[in-house]
């Protein structure tokens, strides 16, 4: 579990570097993944998270989460301080074995595609976003099926250059 954390920890920090000529927000994001962190190099979405699947009453079951996706609409001005967002991604779902559970899982790591569609309203002056977020999936791996929805309420912090 440590060598998938770091691993994931680095490919994230080394992609914060090779987009740093983007504009760069970064924040949390809570609901289905239970936890998310966000860094969003604009118009791209790169998150990694962990889903507590015995709190939502799934089994014993913990999962690591990682998506991308990149945004067709980013910020589309609705009203006022609302914005709409739409964008596609794909993200990876990887089973992490704790010592006192078993994999009650049909499978250790599931792939999938993922429609975000959101409702974004920017604060003081843009520097803080907050929105809500909903993601129909399509799991690719190990089989072709709808993947449900994923949920989201969160916030970003834009960073100075």
């Given at each position: 579990m440590k060598r998938i954390f770091f691993v994931s920890f680095f490919i994230l920090l080394s992609m914060m570097c090779a987009t740093s000529l983007f504009a760069l927000r970064?924040?949390?994001e809570f609901g289905n993944p239970t936890a998310?962190?966000?860094?969003?190099?604009?118009?791209f979405d790169i998150k990694i998270g962990y889903i507590f699947a015995d709190l939502m009453g799934t089994g014993n079951l913990n999962f690591l989460h990682i998506s991308a996706d990149y945004r067709i609409i980013n910020s589309m001005h609705l009203i006022?301080?609302?914005?709409?967002?739409?964008?596609?991604?794909?993200?990876?779902?990887?089973?992490?074995?704790?010592g006192d559970s078993t994999n009650?899982?049909?499978?250790?790591?599931?792939i999938g595609g993922r429609i975000p569609i959101g409702i974004?309203?920017?604060?003081?002056?843009?520097?803080?976003?907050?929105?809500?977020?909903?993601?129909?999936t399509v799991?690719?791996?190990?089989?072709?099926?709808?993947?449900g929805l994923q949920g989201?309420?969160?916030?970003?912090?834009?960073?100075p250059k």
């Amino acid at each position: 579990m440590k060598r998938i954390f770091f691993v994931s920890f680095f490919i994230l920090l080394s992609m914060m570097c090779a987009t740093s000529l983007f504009a760069l927000r970064v924040g949390l994001e809570f609901g289905n993944p239970t936890a998310v962190v966000i860094i969003r190099p604009e118009p791209f979405d790169i998150k990694i998270g962990y889903i507590f699947a015995d709190l939502m009453g799934t089994g014993n079951l913990n999962f690591l989460h990682i998506s991308a996706d990149y945004r067709i609409i980013n910020s589309m001005h609705l009203i006022d301080f609302l914005s709409l967002f739409f964008g596609v991604g794909a993200y990876a779902q990887i089973y992490i074995a704790s010592g006192d559970s078993t994999n009650e899982s049909d499978a250790d790591l599931y792939i999938g595609g993922r429609i975000p569609i959101g409702i974004q309203a920017f604060l003081l002056k843009g520097t803080l976003e907050v929105f809500l977020e909903v993601v129909p999936t399509v799991v690719f791996l190990p089989g072709i099926a709808f993947g449900g929805l994923q949920g989201f309420v969160g916030f970003t912090i834009k960073l100075p250059k």
